[in-house]
């Protein structure tokens, strides 16, 4: 399989896609991940065409849909929080593709940037053949850097080659605007991402279904050793009081807890509930608020940049 990796740079014309219909039938699953304040859950509300003046930082997870030209994704929207990034990689094996969204006006980000995408090698039996799209949000605002800078700066090509799959980059602004007048270079870049999930999506299918079923597997393992315990725990309580009532045993059991087991049955809500679980620590902060744009001379660069590099 050829890999890729390049940005849509000059648009010289609009390309029509027909949908198929059984194509159009489909949900996409996708995740959204980076950094926190990027404008991931911008983005997402400007498809949705909500109002995205006080879009505040996720907190662990959220599920989200939209459309792009009649086809529908299933979003999580991940947190981008050091302390949330570590469910992130709950996600892959479930999803369709990965939508990688970057601050452009952050160079100061780079170096966590370069990290994260490098963490993805480490997981790359999960993204086998499915697409990643890097958005480099922002680039309205002064000092937004370019698609060739970041791509060398992350060695992009040599992580396309490491998952086995298609990169594309590309400059957008999420709050360009919403609904039917989002961002034409938002719609270009799903355009193609959508494409390239369809392209292959029974092997990817495969994967995900293969995925599903391991953790199906497990959570059944799981439940199983749960009751063990819970089997085990209560045949001690009666042993140490045996004058103390079942229902009492009964209520001691169910304040038995199992942080490894999934309980509501996806890795999802798994994490949501982890989520959940540290909401009050952060308080929200408007996307905008954590800005640091650094003034420059320099205006974001307009060339275009697409190249290929196929597998030997």
Known sequence: MGNCVGGFGERIRKRGRRIIPWKRQKSIVICFIGLEGVGKTTI?????????????????????????NGYKLIAYDLG??????DIWSNYYSEIFGIVYVVDATKESDMEENKRLLKDLQKIKLQLNRKPLLILLN?????????????SDECELHKLAKEISGCIRIEQVSARRGIGKDVDPA?????????????????EIEKGVQAAVKLLK??????????QHRLAVFAARKAAESPDVPSSVVDEEENRVQDPDTVIN???????????????????????????????????????????NASLS
């Open 44 to 68: 997402i509300k400007a498809f949705q065409g909500e109002d995205i003046s006080t879009v505040h930082s996720t907190i662990g997870f959220s599920r989200a849909e939209f459309e792009v």
């Open 80 to 85: 981008g929080n050091e302390r949330i990034r």
């Open 138 to 150: 922002k680039n309205d605002l002064p000092g937004a850097m370019d698609e060739l800078h970041f």
């Open 186 to 202: 938002l719609v270009e870049a799903f355009e193609w991402f959508i494409e390239q999930i369809f392209n292959d999506y029974n």
């Open 217 to 226: 597997e497990r959570q059944d393992q799981e439940k199983l050793e749960r």
């Open 265 to 307: 049955g996806n890795l999802a809500d798994a994490a949501h509930e982890i989520g959940q679980n540290i909401e009050g620590f952060y308080e929200p902060r408007s996307e905008y608020e954590m800005d640091e744009i650094h003034s420059t001379e320099n205006q974001p660069s307009t060339s275009s940049y697409h190249e």
